[in-house]
């Protein structure tokens, strides 16, 4: 009989340790032969730390690569997808292909966005083309909400600049990594309130692309109703859907947690904008997922010890276009309801059957190419090798979500299903 997997973790997660223990795995200290660790993204930084030079044996793996970062910090990610763009521009790639004002017509799915203080002028530019309009400012480094707030004049980015100057316990580096992005004011809204999409995504491998999208993600709500008011740009109940932010709202519901399954949502807008529409919104979320992946991939340090379960936050608008915010290396495992719990238990269930074939010993050398019977709620997103087997790399545009002539042609449902088949 096999060894048994040992396993470590320095998150203490019910969701996580039940299902180590589930598979009869073997609890040790991080200081003994280990060969699963669901680590912390400040953990993940040590164990491929130039300093300590850790060298992971084969039949060791970990829950990230080593410069995650590169998707997941928000300045970061921003600037992958702009150089992106700029080589796929070069390459004369249909998909790079802009409109007469010089935007993007298949790769704007990020706000415009600017990093503070290095593009300040830029950034002063751009508002005086349209001083109407609101910005919110987030720290790259931060999660759950935490230090965002939201701007409408340009006098507040100098006293916010002001601020951190004069701030004593502000470190220079702190400084540096703000963003600051043009606000989504025309968020689809149900019930009148404000949500966002968290999605997962499971990378087994960057090089070549193997990705899976999580069946049972979920909708966030704010607890108030959303406003573009001006008035209410410091009320983060009705602009943020933060969880750790809402629970401390008056209206927030214990029972339900202000969320949605993405079916339910699916089959809202099924019944309130057709399926057609529907199925070709989500199509689009699918394309600018696998488009982020794409981005960082070739930046991406593609360690055969590591996978990713990444939290995608996503916000349609009400012309029911998609828009990527931020994606998350450490999506929250803290279950704020029963359903909750349900969900990222079998989150982690899931991705475990994918990660460690058979509940055995690692072997980094297997193929990461799971048979179908094992993915549970995850479907396959995208393969580069079944994609570039196929040919599909050449008719990616062709299959793009909504390609067809005018803003957003429509199209037949049966070529909604050659989509995903062809770019998958």
Known sequence: MAG??????????SVLINNFEKRGWVQVTENEDWNFYWMSVQTIRNVFSVETGYRLSDDQIVNHFPNHYELTRKDLMVKNIRRYRKELEKEGSPLAEK?????????DFVPVTYMLPADYNL???????????????KPCGKA??????????????????RDSKTSSFMTQSTKEAYVISLYINNPLLIGGRKFDLRLYVLVSTYRPLRCYMYKLGFCRFCTVKYTPSTSELDNMFVHLTNVAIQKHGEDYNHIHGGKWTVSNLRLYLESTRGREVTTRLFDE????????LKAVAPVMNNDKHCFECYGYDIII???????????????????????????KYNLINDT????????????CKWNKSPPKE???NYEILYDEELAQGDGAERGELRSRPGQTPGPRGSRSRDSSRSVLTTWK
Do not use: C
């Open 4 to 13: 048994k997997v040992k396993w470590v973790t320095d998150i203490e997660k």
């Open 374 to 376: 094992v993915l549970g």
């Open 99 to 107: 409109d007469e004002n010089g935007k993007y017509l298949y790769l």
């Open 144 to 161: 759950q909400g935490r230090g965002i707030f939201l701007i409408n004049k340009l006098s507040q980015v100098k006293k916010w600049s």
């Open 352 to 363: 475990l059957n994918i990660a460690v074939p058979n509940g055995e010993i690692p072997d």
């Open 285 to 292: 979320i699918h394309w600018i997922i696998v488009q982020s």
């Open 123 to 137: 950034f002063v530019e751009e508002f005086r083309k349209s001083p109407s309009s609101t910005w919110i400012m």
């Open 317 to 343: 608008d009400d012309k029911l276009k998609p828009w990527l915010i931020e994606v998350n290396a450490s999506p929250s495992l803290t279950s704020s309801t029963a359903n909750d719990r349900i969900l």
